[in-house]
């Protein structure tokens, strides 16, 4: 439903676009976000992006001032852009919508919400940074 692309292996210090496209019911849901996922760990909240006036953001503390979550409601398309990347920031992204019934802001992005608060993932994309 969701499909994740831009995933690539780069070098410390560059930048990647990570694209989801989502059908328009995928879509069309409070708050799309991405998240990421390093061998043997849990999901890890990146980024969240809310439908709201203002499109309100949240950011993990390890991301902010380096990623930017935005959308394209013309494309269904969310989007991550990474910059400064470093070998921590290797796993396979995932995106993820839903109406984030119970959480707000930074809440959105625990661990459990991305099964909690989120209705359509996609498969992923990978990042290696090396």
């Known amino acids: 439903q969701l499909v994740e692309s831009g995933g690539d292996l780069v070098q410390p210090g560059r930048s990647l676009r990570l694209s989801c496209s989502a059908p328009g019911y995928t879509y069309s849901t409070y708050c799309l976000a991405w998240f990421r996922q390093a061998p043997g760990k849990e999901h890890q909240g990146v980024a969240v992006?809310?439908?709201?006036?203002?499109?309100?953001?949240s950011y993990a503390d390890f991301v902010k001032g380096r990623f930017t979550i935005s959308k394209d409601n013309a494309k269904n398309t969310l989007y991550l852009q990474m910059d400064n990347l470093n070998p921590e920031d290797t796993a396979m992204y995932y995106c993820?919508?839903?109406?984030?019934?119970?959480?707000?802001?930074?809440?959105?992005?625990?661990?459990?919400?991305?099964?909690?608060?989120?209705?359509?993932w996609g498969q992923g994309t990978q990042v290696t940074v090396s």
């Open positions: 992006i809310f439908d709201d006036d203002k499109r309100t953001t």
């Open positions: 993820a919508t839903g109406h984030c019934l119970t959480c707000t802001g930074g809440d959105c992005l625990r661990s459990e919400a991305y099964k909690e608060e989120y209705t359509y």
